[in-house]
């Protein structure tokens, strides 16, 4: 069973390549054999969020090296740390605040509730 589920929230600077993993919050290695990346726009760059195992966040960063940048969201400094591969990339190791993707997060949370609402009104 592949509970692993990747999103992109696009905004104009960046794309936020969300991560969910759902029922028990576990994924198995497993799933990286058959994993497709959900299409992102490597003229931009890529921010990871969300819970995985590190070889998933590994693999996420070498999946996404065609990007202009990667960055990798950690909590514990509140912010975006940026893996460089562009010369017009933010510099490698600049942290991006928080508040830069959470705005976007925030919005997409309220999109796919009212969009849940609107299904379930739907349903026979």
């Not at 692993?4 to 905004?11: F, G, Y």
């Not at 198995?28 to 726009?41: A, G, I, R, T, W």
């Not at 909590?75 to 993707?101: F, L, M, Q």
């Amino acid at each position: 069973m592949n509970n692993l589920d990747l999103r992109v929230i696009d905004t104009p600077k960046f794309q936020i390549l969300n991560i969910n993993i759902a029922g028990n919050g576990t994924v198995e290695p497993s799933v990286l054999k058959n994993l497709e990346l959900p299409k992102l726009d490597y003229t931009k760059g890529v921010v990871l969020h969300g819970r995985g195992p590190i070889w998933l966040y590994g693999h996420l960063v070498h999946q996404c090296h065609p990007a202009r940048w990667v960055g990798v969201f950690d909590p514990r400094i509140g912010g975006v740390v940026v893996e460089r591969h562009h010369k017009e990339a933010p510099e490698v190791g600049e942290t991006i605040p928080a508040n830069e993707i959470q705005k976007y997060l925030e919005h997409n949370q309220e999109q796919a509730k009212d969009s849940s609402r609107h299904q379930a009104h739907m349903a026979p």
